[in-house]
């Protein structure tokens, strides 16, 4: 394939004055002034954007829930506090993943993968993980909880990226090349049905085999692997009681609008009522205990509702051009011979892509119900902190990308 035989020629190739190039890099990032020039605009206007207006709008969301909640001590400010320290760790965090390489991140990324393979495993015994509204998928941590499955999507564009610079010569194979990684697949979505979360367990195969597929993975392969996917997901709604109810519930939500279409009806009606400009901020009607998980699943409901039709299209456009930043610098970074970044770049912009696109229509009736947060704006501290390191990774490429491209001129 003449895919494969281009990109094993780029990885074939070896990077010159790499010394040079890496004491120039460390000079840079010693001076923050000259490091912030180098980084992507795009990027990181987009990614702030969505961060402030998800922590405006978790709050617009969830106070009517706080003041009238025992279990939040009747406090207004309780979801705003938690989510901003949310927001303070996940910077933080983003800050010193920034400071190590894509070499670094490379070497880490097996291991990374099975940190988060044990995590999964350790949710699911009895007395250790905790159970919210039937699903076993969070693991209690003094005063916070920490969600497995949202660091694992972090997890796969990394490892999925390292297995498909490694396997290069042998996309082509479908025992060599694809089986390896459907089967470590497999065991990731066993774990992850078994708590359930079958949400996160389409977004992680969405990553793994699209980096396979950016990877140059034979065509008929991913042709076979998509129609076997598609019937594997078909028997799992089917054989399922509850996610056949809501695949019923998402064809005809007013059939059964107090039952299992409660939860779309009311996001429509919050839509319906938001119009052009919305109602205004912190004039929902739907928040005021209406709309289930106003400040996680459907926060984008109450966007709508408050911000209108201009709300929601902004919010679209900052993940438009988030994704298209994403995707360019993993292109970019493909073209200097840096296969592994480009990789993980383009599978970072599929995550964020993917996941946005299935909560945004869930919230607008598109889709079946999904338990899926919207990146980067939802409440939820282990997703914003994965979000957050995924976003200071993006970074690094492309700062690395400048830098080579420096050395180079």
Known sequence: MKLVSTLSGLFAA?????????????DRLTRPS??????????????????????????????????????TGYQSHYFLTRHALFLAVGVGAGLVAFQLSMRQWQRFAPWLFLAGVVLLAVVLIPGVG??????????????????PSELMKLFVALYAADYTVRKLPDMGSFRRGFLPMAITIVLVGFLLL????????????????????LGGINVRVFALLALVALIGFVLLVWLSPYRRDRLFGFMDP????????????????????????????????????????????????VIAEELGFAGVLLVIALFAILIHRAL??????????????????????LWIGVQSFINMGVNM??????????????????????NCLALAILLRIDWENRQVMRGRS
Not at 34 to 52: F, T, Y
Not at 60 to 67: K, R, V, Y
């Open 130 to 147: 905790r159970e919210v509204n039937g699903a076993q998928r969070w693991l209690p941590l003094g005063f916070v909880n920490l969600q």
């Open 328 to 349: 360019i610098i993993g292109r970019e970074a493909v073209k200097l011979e840096r296969y592994f970044p480009g990789l993980v770049a383009m599978g970072i912009g």
């Open 34 to 71: 000259e490091a912030l020039r180098e980084l992507d605009p795009w990027l990181i206007w987009s990614s702030a954007g969505l961060l402030l207006i998800g922590m405006v709008m978790v709050y617009s969301s969830s106070i009517a829930m706080a003041e009238g909640s025992k279990f």
């Open 14 to 26: 070896r990077e010159t004055n790499g010394g040079v190039q890496t004491s120039r890099a460390v």
């Open 254 to 301: 007013w059939q059964d609008a107090f039952g299992k279409g409660y939860q779309l009806s009311h996001a429509l009606i919050a839509f319906g009522r938001g119009e052009w400009v919305g109602v205004g901020l912190g004039a929902s009607v739907e928040k005021l205990f209406y709309l289930p998980e106003a400040h996680t699943d459907f926060l984008l409901a």
């Open 194 to 213: 078994r708590e359930p979360d079958f949400g996160a367990f389409v977004v992680i195969t969405a990553i793994a085999f699209g980096v396979l597929f």
């Open 365 to 386: 009736g598109l889709l079946p119900t999904k338990g899926l947060t919207l990146p980067l704006m939802s409440f939820g501290g282990s997703g914003i902190v994965a």
